[in-house]
């Protein structure tokens, strides 16, 4: 069987470092890894329509900056496609195919559907394409028989209804559908990479992100403006490193060779929180050390980004490209699903047969 990943992301706004190490750094690893035979990328403008139904040109917007922020991390549009999911119309058919083996209750159970209905003050009217999302999603997935999924841990739950859709129709028509596997980053701290005001996620919304596209000085700022530990006011005062924004920034970032570079005085990262705990380290101390390993990191992103700015043309060439490229793999997998569900009278058998 081929090893197929398929992802995507919303567009409605640039991707932030939340975005970055909870998965897209992971899906350059596995595309660099040479271990899949087929990568799709997908910039998810259905979906974000769900949404933003009076706000199209939001998502328009942004799907340029997706499609920037997704060179600018190194995927490589030699090895993987990237696609828009508006332009593949064979999704919105087997979205429709499989809305008949899926229940209202059991989209209601979703959690994240759940979570997102009350952030969203949906409660009272719930947009009907809104609600079937995540059998939209099963449908973007399967299309492409992934086989692995790279995303965030908010998406679990819209995997697990995925797998479950693959089950109901391959039980009911015969195996057609392909399961897909999640892939999740196996560190905690890049899994949920909490907003620079210590809130427990980096939203465009909450203004609490930093951007990949933000500029060296801007970071800096950032950085610098970050949520610690409101009762260390000394810098003799012990700290608490459990909640403290910056620590799980360096959980997630800080390298092998991190503190050889920036904070020789230190050997690790357990070293260093510990001398916190202690009392007698400085939060600007901590934070300017993170904001050399972020800097680090962020600098040759930013830096393929800026290129790419400057070859919009050759962006553009490269959605369009992808996005007959996914066309065609969809189509194809539409055809086997109307195969085995027989709606296919005009291709096989002919109807006045009995
Ligand atoms: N729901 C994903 C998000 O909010 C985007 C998405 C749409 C997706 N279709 C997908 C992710 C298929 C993985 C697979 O970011």
């Known amino acids: 069987m081929k090893k197929i990943i398929l992802t995507g992301d919303r567009p409605t706004g640039r991707l932030h470092i939340g975005h970055y ?3 897209l750094a992971e899906r350059v690893k ?7 035979d087929e990568m799709y990328f997908m910039i998810a403008d259905a979906q974000a329509l769900t949404d933003n139904a009076d ?43 499989y809305m008949n083996i899926v229940t209202v209750s059991r989209v209601q159970r979703n ?10 003050n949906f409660e009272s ?33 819209m995997m697990e209804q995925c797998r479950e859709i693959v089950h109901k129709f391959n039980e009911i028509y015969g195996e057609v559908l392909t399961e897909p596997v999640t892939y999740l980053s196996t560190n905690k701290a890049r899994l949920r990479l909490p907003g620079l005001d210590g809130k427990a996620k980096m939203s465009k919304s909450l203004g ?4 990949l596209s933000d500029d060296e000085e801007t970071i800096k700022q950032k950085v610098m403006s970050m949520y610690t530990d409101p009762t260390h006011l ?3 005062d012990p700290g608490h490193i459990e909640g403290n924004t910056v620590f799980t920034y360096l959980d997630a970032f800080v390298k092998e060779d991190s503190f050889e570079k920036y904070l020789p005085e230190y050997k690790n990262l357990d070293e260093l929180k510990a001398h916190y705990e202690r009392g007698g380290l400085g939060d600007v101390k901590i934070k300017k050390f993170l904001n050399c390993v972020l800097q680090e990191e962020l600098q040759p992103i930013r830096e393929r980004r800026q290129m790419w700015e400057q070859r919009l043309p050759e962006v553009y060439e490269i959605l369009k490209k992808g996005s007959q490229v996914a066309a065609d793999k969809a189509n194809k997998t539409l055809n086997e699903v109307k195969a085995a569900m027989r709606i296919d009278y005009f291709t096989n058998e002919n109807l006045l047969k009995k």
């Open 30 to 36: 596995l595309q660099n890894s040479g271990a899949f």
């Open 125 to 157: 009217s719930i947009p009907v394409g809104f609600f079937c999302y995540p059998i939209s999603q099963a449908a973007d997935i399967t299309a492409f028989h992934a086989t692995s999924v790279p995303v965030g841990e908010d998406q679990e739950p």
């Open 21 to 23: 190490v909870g998965s």
């Open 55 to 97: 706000n199209p040109e939001k998502v328009r917007q942004n799907i340029m900056q997706v499609a920037l922020d997704y060179l600018a991390v190194g995927i490589d549009p030699t090895k993987s496609t990237i696609f828009i999911q508006s332009q593949i119309p064979a999704l919105t058919e087997l979205t429709v195919y």
């Open 234 to 236: 000394k810098v003799s």
């Open 208 to 211: 609490n992100c930093i951007y």
């Open 111 to 120: 959690p994240t559907v759940k979570a997102e209905i009350q952030q969203k």
